[in-house]
């Protein structure tokens, strides 16, 4: 949004008696889906000030950074997670799977996707978190949306993780123009900043010098100071399924035994 107001200010700019307009915009009603955007625009139309094509370009480098704006009018966290982030998961990556008990007689929703390959059924446990402005707390979160360019401080947070109730941690974060995906395996969480999250029989009590391998449930907060621990398991959406069979075998090296005489295991993207 910013982009866009600065470059409508210079456009206005150029409008005689601009100091006019911008007072009249200040006093007039929006309702949707009519608001101070759509009378400004209009208004450089009319003054010949913006060409159709130029307002054409102007709509689409708009749409083009705020591809992914509407998930952050997802109120819910159940609808962003299980609702918009499985769909859009299982769009990017066809392969993956909702489990069920007719799949695996054991499941009892302890991980969310699988995985299947070369007769296993790899088990993904998915976290999901949306780029924001932690500077503005009690804005919308529509309002405080990042893009992936973004230099303000933002706080994304995966919670209630469960390293031991899967294979594979499939992490992925919303920005305005993008998302981005992490792949790793359980170890990989215990060199991170994993905290408990909960108090019960099977998590570790919260005190100074708990092990982080005693943890059953717990989380990870990423800000811009430790965004860089995780680079390394970051992969793009058409590498997904390599990266997570990858981060499986990686995790189990004794299936490699069993895939040794297989010359495509892993195939290239």
């Known amino acids: ?17 601009s100091d006019d307009f911008y007072a009249e915009i200040e006093t007039i009603q929006n309702a949707y889906p009519f ?10 139309v009319e003054e010949r000030i913006l060409s159709f094509d130029d307002y054409l370009d102007l709509r ?28 859009h998961l ?24 699988y995985l299947p390959y070369m007769g296993e059924s790899i088990k993904i446990e998915v976290k999901g978190s949306r780029a924001v402005d932690r500077n503005k707390p009690n804005e919308p979160l529509y309002l405080k949306a990042l893009s992936s360019s973004s230099t303000k401080d933002f706080l ?9 109730c899967c294979d594979v941690m499939l992490w992925f974060a919303v920005y305005r123009d ?20 909960h108090r019960n029989s099977e998590t570790a009590i919260r005190k100074d010098n708990y092990e982080k391998r005693d943890i059953y449930e717990g989380q ?13 398991f970051q992969v793009e959406g058409r590498a997904l399924r390599q990266a997570i069979i990858e981060k499986y075998l990686e995790a189990n090296p004794s299936k490699w035994d069993f895939l040794s005489d297989c010359e495509n295991c892993i195939p290239q993207t």
Do not use: H
Not at 35 to 44: A, P, Q, R, S
Not at 156 to 164: E, L, R, S, V
């Open 1 to 17: 949004m910013e982009i866009l107001e600065k470059e409508l200010e210079i456009l206005i700019s150029k409008l005689k008696n």
């Open 178 to 197: 993008c998302v981005k995906y992490w792949v790793l395996k359980n170890e990989d969480i215990y060199n991170l900043n994993f905290s408990p999250q």
């Open 35 to 44: 608001n101070k955007y759509e009378y400004i625009i209009t208004k450089l």
């Open 220 to 232: 990870v907060m990423i800000t811009r100071d430790n965004i860089d621990s995780i680079q390394e």
């Open 156 to 164: 994304m947070n995966f919670q209630q993780i469960k390293p031991t």
């Open 90 to 113: 299982l769009s990017v990556e066809p392969e993956l799977k909702r489990p069920s008990k007719k799949i695996d007689p054991t499941y009892k929703g302890q991980y969310d996707l």
């Open 60 to 87: 689409n480098e708009y749409i083009n950074r705020n591809l992914f704006l509407y998930v952050f009018e997802i109120s819910a966290p159940r609808g962003f997670g299980d609702t918009w982030g499985f769909s």
